[in-house]
């Protein structure tokens, strides 16, 4: 297993990652995209909500966002996932070569919308953890 070293705040604010065509600086980015990616989902062997959601308040927590920031860390994780099922929507609709195969875009929305689904339904579980 590899050791996942989390950056402080003040160091997070000078690097550039990329991630999913997505580049980030900023604490609140970058626990954004750790949560919807890393610590949010809807699998039958994923953890419980709460557990999920005290994980996202360690990522949080880890990179000093404050009260704004964790208001708006679930908020964007929705709207990620949203915009993850419009992109590949409209991918089926683009012009040709494509990254992936026709047959496998449903699914990839389908996993898009789902994921979404549980994050909505699951709310209140991680705000009050990032209370």
């Known amino acids: 297993m590899t050791d996942i070293r989390l950056l402080p ?19 609140h980015t970058a626990a954004v ?7 949010i989902s809807s699998k039958p062997s ?6 999920q959601a005290a994980q996202v308040r360690v990522l949080a927590d880890a990179y000093g966002l404050d009260a704004t920031s964790r208001y708006r860390l679930i908020d964007a994780a929705l709207d990620r996932r949203a915009r993850n099922a ?12 494509r990254i992936a195969a026709d ?11 789902q994921e979404h689904a549980y994050t909505s339904a699951s709310r209140k579980t991680f705000d009050t953890a990032l209370g």
């Open 9 to 27: 705040a003040d160091e997070m604010r000078h690097v550039r990652c990329t991630h999913n065509l997505t580049i980030f600086e900023t604490p």
């Open 33 to 39: 995209i750790m949560a919807w990616t890393w610590c």
């Open 46 to 51: 994923a953890p419980p909500a709460a557990v």
């Open 86 to 97: 419009r992109w590949w929507y409209s991918h089926l609709a683009g012009p040709f070569p």
């Open 103 to 113: 047959q496998t875009v449903p699914g990839r929305i389908r996993w898009s919308e």
